[in-house]
């Protein structure tokens, strides 16, 4: 040691390493390609051909510290393969619900929102600047904001009520429009003094429709006409003294359709003078009003 220290720099560095690899070959400790390994008294013997460079690695330190600053590492890794898993779930989901028809996605034209109901099994195209209201004792209603008298909405019979096949469980076309306008009628009733209601049926047809698979399905289309008169002098003794005026006169269209055993209408309105205007709106609503199958155990409003 004392010869040492009087030795270059260079030499004392190179006599240190020759040194420190004496050590750990003697130990047993030899790292081949950077990976540190316990050598056997067998393999310590080498044939002069296969001399190989030793490099040893520097053992993971043992502290404290060390394995604080690991955990976090190891943590980290458990996250990621959790999340990887939930990705993976959510991805099977996704890729199952897609082969439903009724969840599909099909794309409205122009100008229209779809609206897909997965609880009570309907789906239809409305218009994109309708606004829905709540509170109006229907399954959905939507409004134009620009028209007070151009909405529309679904309405469902109750499954525990009523048992329906096809519309023509109601009878004909015309004996089922006639239910559909009385019922019309009692729902447009008035405590009003001198009001009075003229109504006629315009249309009541039978077609074949598809359904979310594309099977054809039986549908009633109506179409009534509805007048409102009344007067400002409720009053009167006389009926001179109570000259009844036009309110409003609307026209309004229903479509029928049965699907879960229960009858799904679909009902627009529009004032007469919009009716051939608005012809197009009803027809890409009424085309794309399908009801689908779904669980039975909800309920919803009679229609009769």
Known sequence: RTQETHLPSR???TSFFTFHMASCVCAGLVGVGGVSRVVSPGMRKQS???????????????DSRSKESAAPARSTGKQSRRLFGASAVLLATSLKSSTNPACAFERPPPGYKPFNDTIDGYKLFRPDDWI???????????????SAEENMFVSISSPSSTKFDTPRDLG???????KVLDQTLTE??????????????VAATERIGA??????????????????????????????????????????????????KRLYE?????????????????????????PFEVDQSNLSF???
Request: aromatic share 10%; with cysteine; hydrophobic share 35%.
């Open 11 to 13: 030499r004392r560095v």
């Open 48 to 62: 002069p051909g296969s001399r190989r460079s030793h490099v040893t690695r520097c053992a993971e330190p043992t």
């Open 302 to 304: 009679p229609l009769f």
């Open 188 to 201: 447009f009733m008035s405590t009003r003094i001198g009001v009075r209601r003229e109504s006629r049926i």
């Open 132 to 146: 829905e209201v709540k509170g109006s004792g229907n399954d959905v209603f939507f409004r134009n904001p620009a």
């Open 266 to 290: 679909l009902r627009t309105q529009c004032a007469a003078e919009d009716y051939e205007k608005t012809s197009d709106l009803r027809r890409v609503v009424r085309e794309s009003f399908k």
């Open 172 to 178: 004909s076309p015309r004996v089922a429009a006639q």
């Open 211 to 260: 359904d979310v698979h594309g099977d054809p399905v039986v549908c009633y289309d109506f179409a009534f006409r509805l007048k409102s008169f009344a007067t400002k002098n409720q009053y009167g003794l006389t009926e001179a003294d109570r000259p009844q005026v036009l309110e409003w006169d609307r026209v309004l269209s229903s479509t029928l359709v049965v699907a879960n």
